[in-house]
Every structure is written in C-alpha cells, then in structure tokens.
T-cell receptor, first 112, second 114 residues
Framework: NAGVTQTPKFRILKIGQSMTLQCTQD?????MYWYRQDPGMGLKLIYY???????DKGEVPNGYNVSRSTTEDFPLRLELAAPSQTSVYFC???????????FGPGTRLLVL | AQTVTQSQPEMSVQEAETVTLSCTYD???????LFWYKQPPSRQMILVIR??????QNATENRFSVNFQKAAKSFSLKISDSQLGDTAMYFC???????????FGSGTRLLVRP
C-alpha cells in the first residue's frame, strides 16, 4: 500500500532557483492538497484540487503553482525560490465525499 | 473565518498516566468535522481520531477519546495510559463540508516521561 508518496524527501535550493515537488497517490482520490509547515507551526494550505484539470488557491498560494493533469499526480512548482519558502511540504489526498485526508511523508526544503 | 486554537504549546505526562489536550474552534457552518492528528519526530501526519459535528456521542479509539462540546466549540483529546510512543506533536484540525479544506491549530508538543 503506497498511499501518498512525495519526492524528494529533502532538497537544498539557492535563492532564485526553481523546482517541482512531486506528489502521487494510488487511492483514486479526487481531492488532493498541498500544505506547508513552518517550524513549530501547524499546516497551512497552499493549493488544492477537486479533480483532474481543476485547481484552486488556499491560504498561502503566493510563490507557488500547481497543475493536475491526472487523478494520481499533483505537482507543486516553485518558480523563484526565496528563503521564506524554507519549510516542510506535505501533500494529502481524500475521497471528497469523505472528509478524512491522507498525508504523504513530507518534503523538507531549505532555501539558502 | 474559521479558526482553530490550541492554547497549550507543550505538555508533559508520566508514563501510564492520563493527559488532556485542549482545542477550541470557530466556524459558522452547521456541518463540519474535527480531527486530532499526531506528528511524531518522523514528521508523518497520523490520524488519531475524528468527530462528526452532527454526532453527540464522543468518539473513542482505543486509548484516545474526545470531549466534544459543540455549544462551547471545544474539542479536547484525552490520552489514557500514556505510552512513550505517544510523544509527538498533536494537531487539532477543522474540516468544513463547504470548503473541502482542513484548518489546523498550531499544535501541542506532548512529552511522555518514563
């Protein structure tokens, strides 16, 4: 049971670089989410998707982009990395008719 | 706007004792759900327990139970017979049917002492 997988586990970026955080789920969930967790804080929603081709902004979308071309994948793109984007990023998925979300293991990102 | 507040940044409990973590929330919705998630040092987010707002009965999962006070908008987590493996950050979260989103509190760090 893979569930929700995220790659990479850890990455160091230089200011101004770009990268894509990958997220894949094998549970056929329609709903997928990206959160960030800053040190000592709870999770904040960046973007979410209710199905392939449909995405919407969460609380903290600035500096990020997403796409959802398939049910399984929901990549998160950082175009111009900034130190404020140093955080742990979690991807999650859910059925939509159920409110429970299942989380991936997280990606730790350090921007220097 | 919906909010979730955890007023206890850190708590400590002796192994085998009982501890209660507090959470208050605010929502204007009538249909919502409440969750407690556990985050051990591995950072994995693990669902501990969930409560449907329309159910009056408090949810229970083995050693974990909640005290859901809907009128007071309070949702506390009780851990009985605390174990060393319960050491973790605990997050309270609110889900509203209308928004499809989880709103998290800032967390409570629980240390179980041997």
């Amino acid at each position: 049971n893979a569930g929700v997988t995220q790659t990479p586990k850890f990455r160091i970026l230089k200011i101004g670089q770009s990268m894509t955080l990958q997220c894949t789920q094998d549970m056929n969930h329609n709903y997928m989410y990206w959160y960030r967790q800053d040190p000592g804080m709870g999770l904040k929603l960046i973007y979410y998707s209710v199905g392939a081709g449909i995405t919407d902004k969460g609380e903290v979308p600035n500096g990020y982009n997403v796409s959802r071309s398939t049910t399984e994948d929901f990549p998160l793109r950082l175009e111009l990395a900034a130190p404020s984007q140093t955080s742990v990023y979690f991807c999650a998925s859910g059925r939509g008719d159920q409110e429970t979300q299942y989380f991936g293991p997280g990606t730790r990102l350090l921007v220097l | 706007a919906q909010t979730v507040t955890q007023s206890q940044p850190e708590m400590s409990v002796q192994e085998a004792e009982t501890v209660t973590l507090s959470c208050t929330y605010d929502t204007s919705e009538s249909n919502y759900y409440l969750f407690w998630y556990k985050q051990p040092p591995s950072r994995q987010m693990i669902l501990v327990i969930r409560q449907e707002a329309y159910k009056q009965q408090n949810a229970t999962e083995n050693r974990f139970s909640v005290n859901f006070q809907k009128a007071a908008k309070s949702f506390s987590l009780k851990i009985s017979d605390s174990q060393l493996g319960d050491t973790a950050m605990y997050f309270c979260a609110l889900y509203e049917d209308s928004s499809y989103k989880l709103i998290f509190g800032s967390g409570t760090r629980l240390l179980v002492r041997p």
